[in-house]
């Protein structure tokens, strides 16, 4: 922030007249900084001394700014100053943020008049809106059918739904342990137009790895390097902890590495954090064997490996391939 007010001072030092996209870069910048009084006074000064008109993209991140400090009381004044100025043009990104900060604070009952608001004024809601309010139902309100509806809605009102839409209540079905209901809505995307992501596909491994059932989450591991997404150590070391402690079934375990290594869906930092979590016990032979193993399968992956135990052991691993 320094840098830029430094550049603030050199733009009028240089006759260069500010202009409302330049104090929107900085009313954004201070507001993602939690330095709200400064926004402020910065929306002040543009007028008085620099004869520049706060527009909505001045208002937008001061609205944001004080919804997520917990001064919704404050942001819904701002938004009717907004309202009393004719030469504002409202939009629905203000809406979907007051949406979202009302579910936050328990007060989904305002919802509606903001909803109906947006009507009278003459604003749509949007796939942003409706997802603020899918958002509400699914991580406050824990109301899935209240999510299920909202999705209707969005189609009735030809808002087709993103896929943020649908790994929001993915989400929210796995932290309530409903992964049978999240697996069905993830098999269900492509019939509704909408095809999983990498992220789509992250949750869901993470919530059936929540929900022990580790055998169902290899099956979306698979599918995940398939289409050739990278796989973080975190998760990787969930799923083969898991079938470790559970069904202790190491066959599994070493087809799941293989799999993984021969995509070559993971980097070596991820390499060296799974080695350091899941080989505790300094078995050289038992290392040996595992390295022989890659090495039948893939070099590229063998080497990999090996630089991961050396790192973690500091062993001397000598391969033949």
Known sequence: MEGAWELFDE??????????????TLVSALCANSMLDDAFRLKETMLT??????????????IKGLCKSGELDLALQLKEEMLSDKDLAMDSAV????IRALFRVNRKGEVVGLLEEMKRIGIKPDVVTYNAMISGFCEDEKDFDAAFETLN????QRCKPDVVSYNTIIAGLCKAGRWRDASELFDDMPRRECCPDVVSHRILFEG????GEFRKARMVLDEMVSKGYKLG???MRKLLEGLLSGEKDRNLVDSTL???????????EDWETLVRNIVTEPEKLKAAKLLACLSMRSVATGTKLAAALVAHNNWRVQCRW
Do not use: Q, W
């Open 49 to 62: 001394e620099h004869n520049v008109k706060p527009n909505a993209y001045i208002y937008t991140p001061l």
């Open 233 to 235: 150590a975190v998760s």
């Open 11 to 24: 733009m009028r030092s240089k006759g260069i007249a500010p202009t409302v996209s330049t104090f929107g």
């Open 258 to 268: 293989f799999r993984v290594a021969k995509a070559n869906a993971m980097g070596l």
């Open 95 to 98: 809406y979907s943020t007051l």
């Open 208 to 211: 059936l790895c929540d929900a």
């Open 153 to 156: 809605e969005m189609v009735r």
